[in-house]
């Protein structure tokens, strides 16, 4: 057996586990470096799955974070449902993992693949199936998962992982493959301890500072190199958080930018936020920051050059616009007929303008399925009349029909006994608009304006 699979006398049987000295760029960048029938264990700076006999287990690159599982529990539904290991362990034995890191999901991935027969006999235990079940959680979360802290301790998912805490305090950097891999055996070691009814256990001790309480609902926290720290982060209930995990000997930084919830997207814009810190860098031509929408991070080896400080400056201009954008009420959809002349001064009001140039365009818009909550129109059109066009908006829900004039004459009362709901005119065309455009019924859950129950 190859002595790279060997750590302290203790021999992984069914994987070689192997470190590159760097990650690999893409899917194609993998199948052509590695041999046949190899797994990749967050590894590979592109999307998960599989093509022919080549697997990337991973959650980071070009996915729905909340949507898509850890790689552990990927691992798992291979194993336990694809029986990937009985399968390829017919054409290579052992079979090459390559890993690039020994965090929680890998550690546990890597045990799942070398001990696959082992699951077949206890996939049903409580403690390991509560460990797969919440690692899953806590990766799908970006860390951010609401715990129990007691509970970490009492089901010993503290202990299992103590060991990849101890080597997170030092830090990746280069050539440290030997303790990558000796993290996962001990790791490892410890699953199946747990299994045997062995398992130990360790308390929380983390103690994390907040750096920075943004009034934009965001928090900067140093980590101060445990992991543990994001897990009595949320237990605190902060959800949206970029963490500091550790300094660099080199003077650079090692951050995670993590939302916790899917549904703060429009005010915590990860993407955002992760385009911006790498405009920033130091660095211009290394791509330094990358992950996915929830969750994502700068380069575990190369680290940021940007003190906390300077991350702070720059998400609080990406955020406090997303939050302002977010606050600002939903453009009301408009229809105009034959007076593109307001659109400019409706977008102004806070209108979203449909321009058509005839009443036939405009039924065919009114039955399209569009929103429209009110029309604005001139007082001729070339194919009918504003009756015709009165028709057609009650027809529609009742859409009120407004109709704007160069100045007022004589004939606007005209206008309304017709059944235009308003006739507006002269120099202050603008304020009419908006006080017309506020005056339209809201919906109370959306604040769009609806149309009005008859």
Not at 91 to 103: E, T
């Amino acid at each position: 057996m190859p002595s790279d699979i060997e750590m302290n006398g203790r021999a992984f049987r069914y994987i070689d586990l192997r470190v590159p000295a760097t990650r690999f760029e893409s899917w194609q960048h993998f199948i052509d470096s590695v041999p046949e029938y190899s797994i990749g264990l967050e590894v590979i700076d592109d999307t998960p799955g599989h093509r022919g006999h080549y697997v990337h287990f991973d959650h980071h690159v070009g996915v729905v974070r909340e949507a898509t599982m850890s790689a552990a529990m990927q691992a798992y539904m291979a194993v336990r449902q694809g029986q990937l290991m009985q399968r390829w362990l017919a054409h290579r034995s052992p079979i090459p993992v390559y890993v690039w890191n020994a965090d929680q999901d890998v550690c546990l991935a890597a045990f799942i693949l070398e001990y696959h027969e082992l699951l077949e006999r206890f996939h049903s235990d409580p403690l390991l199936r509560w460990i797969v079940q919440f690692n899953n959680k806590i990766d799908v979360s970006g860390g951010l998962y609401p715990v129990d802290l007691p509970e970490l301790e009492r089901n010993h998912f503290t202990w299992v992982f103590e060991p990849y805490r101890q080597q997170r305090m030092h830090g990746k950097t280069q050539g440290d493959e030997a303790l990558v891999r000796e993290t996962i055996r001990q790791v490892c070691d410890r699953l199946k301890l747990l299994l045997e009814g062995k398992a130990g256990s360790a308390p929380i001790t983390a103690e994390p500072e907040i750096l920075y309480t943004s009034p934009n609902g965001f928090v900067i926290a140093d980590e101060k190199g445990d992991p543990n720290s994001r897990l009595v982060l949320a237990s605190q209930g902060i959800t949206n958080l970029i963490s500091l995990l550790c300094r660099r000997k080199s003077g650079r930084y090692t951050y995670s930018v993590i939302r916790g919830s899917p549904f703060d997207e429009d005010t915590f814009p990860v993407t955002q936020l992760v385009r911006a810190f790498q405009a920033a860098e130091d660095l211009p031509g290394a791509k330094i920051w990358g992950g996915s929408n929830m969750a994502a991070g700068s380069d575990s080896e190369l680290g940021s050059g940007l003190h906390w400080t300077a991350l702070r400056k720059i998400a609080e201009s990406v955020v406090g616009e997303a939050v302002r954008a977010a606050a600002r009420p939903a453009p009301v959809p408009v229809l105009t007929v034959c007076c593109d002349q307001i659109t400019g001064t409706l977008e102004q009001c806070g209108a979203a303008a449909c321009s058509v140039k005839s009443l036939a365009q405009a039924r065919r818009t009114l039955t399209s399925g569009l929103p429209i909550r009110a029309i604005f129109c001139a007082p001729q059109m070339p194919d009918g009349c504003i009756s015709d066009l009165v028709e057609f908006a009650r027809l529609a829900g009742g859409v009120p029909v407004i109709v704007c004039l160069p100045e007022f004459d004589g004939g606007w009362s005209d206008l309304l006994e017709a059944g235009a709901a308003d006739v507006i005119a002269g120099p202050e065309l603008r304020d009419r608009i908006a006080h017309i455009l506020k005056s339209l019924p809201r919906d109370e859950a959306t604040g769009i304006p609806a149309l009005a129950s008859h």
